[in-house]
């Protein structure tokens, strides 16, 4: 127990850390060139938070939060997801008084009580946008667009970009009526989820994964059968812009997403290569939800979030890999006390110097230290012992050509720089 991280979490150690690196630096790279900067939110933020915007009725706030009283009895919940923590922190610190749209982004570990396999986990970690502040079609193009820059940029070119519109209050109302009409006549073959779901929230319906659902489900209405002319034209306009950038999708009606704040449009890019969690990324338009928790009347946003393990093993999947890029310059092999002592003045100098250095903590033989200087990759070896420092000088050992050279200890910086 003592030495077993809890289920549905994960260790990131440094044979995977640097992978982590890689995406991070890549993800805040796009992030600049679309004009997104960094927001970090606090990990657990007010349940009521995420009840009122990600929704009651939600799998997620019904089952999933990691929720629990404070020593001075607030309710507190870790955050189950990113963008109610970055719209409360927009709203909080008056973002909206600057130029708009404001453009977040951020990168935050989240926490759902969800039953784990592979690409879902219970603390799992996300990057995301936010684009606050705008409701025109042409940032959801560009929320896209930025998506699948940072996908392709990674190599993945295959993944499928799916839009809809899951509506407005105006043309969902309409829908609902008669979606649960609909539902009315097949109640005594759906599932018991399915029927609390008819009452409250019936869209949710359309994402049931019971079977027997699924199959008596069949001739479902969807909501983009049904949208009003506002939403029709705001969705035309955003393919036409995806069309213009060249960026492939596909509409699929039966996105409903599982969250409740979404208006308009939702998308999702999927990746049909890790089984079941194929979702890797999903988001969506989402006025409405400021107002709602307190923001400025008539505020819209748009995001979406992608999950950082699923991504990692969709680039496993699709044969992309990513270059461990540490690597030491040089090992200093010590002969004897005298060396090792004098050996720091030169590791100072060295990494002063930005070459990356090492050198032995176990009192290794000779033998011993050149083997740990082959395991840790060292691209050159150097020997001092007594003699070495008597002369002020040693030799310099190419590790991957064998090549040897006498060089003067106080000239090493120079002579690195030179070869490496
Ligand atoms: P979401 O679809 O719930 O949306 O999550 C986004 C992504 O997080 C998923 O596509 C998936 O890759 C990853 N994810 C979710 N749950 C897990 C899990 N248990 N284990 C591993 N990965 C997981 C949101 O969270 C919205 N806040 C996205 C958004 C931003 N919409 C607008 N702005």
Not at 81 to 97: H, M, Q
Request: hydrophobic letters at 35%; charged letters at 30%.
């Amino acid at each position: 127990m003592l030495t077993k991280a809890p289920r549905g979490t994960k260790d990131i150690t440094p044979k995977d850390s640097y992978k982590w690196t890689y995406l991070e630096n890549k993800f805040r790279e796009i992030c600049d060139l679309f004009g997104y900067e960094e927001m970090r939110t606090p990990i657990f933020e007010h349940t009521e938070l995420f009840k009122r915007s990600v929704g009651d009725t939600t799998d997620i706030v019904q089952k999933e939060m990691y929720s629990f009283q404070d020593k001075g009895e607030r309710d507190i919940t870790l955050k189950p997801e990113g963008t109610a923590g970055a719209v409360r922190a927009f709203i909080e610190n008056k973002l909206y008084a600057d130029a708009q749209p404001t453009k977040l982004f951020y990168i935050t570990p989240c926490f759902r009580y969800e039953r784990p396999q592979a690409g879902r986990q219970r603390q799992f970690h996300q990057f995301g946008i936010e684009a606050i502040g705008s409701d025109n079609p042409s940032i959801d193009a560009e929320v896209i667009a930025l998506a699948v820059q940072f996908f392709t940029e990674l190599g993945l070119k295959d993944l499928a970009v799916s839009i809809n519109s899951v509506g407005c209050p105006v043309c969902r109302e309409t829908y609902n009526k008669k979606l649960r009409e609909y539902l009315d006549q097949k109640s005594s073959v759906l599932c018991d989820t399915c029927n609390e779901r008819k009452e409250k929230n019936p869209m949710r319906v359309i994402d049931c994964k019971n079977p027997t659902c699924q199959t008596n489900l069949q001739d479902v209405p969807f909501m983009i059968d049904h949208i009003c002319d506002d939403c029709k034209t705001h969705f035309a306009k955003l393919k036409e812009y995806l069309v213009e950038m060249d960026i492939n999708f596909v509409v699929d009606k039966t996105i409903v997403r599982g969250l409740d704040y979404y208006k308009k449009t939702a998308f999702e890019i999927i990746s049909n290569d890790i089984g079941a969690q194929s979702t890797v990324c999903g988001g969506g338009r989402y006025d409405g939800l400021i107002e709602q928790i307190g923001g400025p009347k008539g505020t819209s946003g748009i995001g979406f979030a992608l999950g950082v393990e699923r991504l990692l093993l969709t680039l496993e999947n699709n044969d992309i890999q990513i270059e461990n890029p540490h690597s030491t310059d040089i090992f200093i092999v010590t002969i004897g006390d005298a060396a090792k002592t004098k050996s720091f003045k030169l590791l100072k100098e060295l990494r002063g110097n930005h070459i990356s250095a090492d050198n032995d903590h176990l009192d290794r033989s000779v033998k011993a230290q050149f083997k740990y200087s082959d395991k840790i990759n060292a691209k050159f070896t150097i020997v001092i012992g007594d003699d070495e420092l008597e002369n002020d000088s040693a030799t310099l050992k190419n590790m991957k050509t064998s090549e040897q050279k006498v060089v003067k200890l106080s000239e090493l910086v120079k002579e690195l720089k030179n070869v490496l």
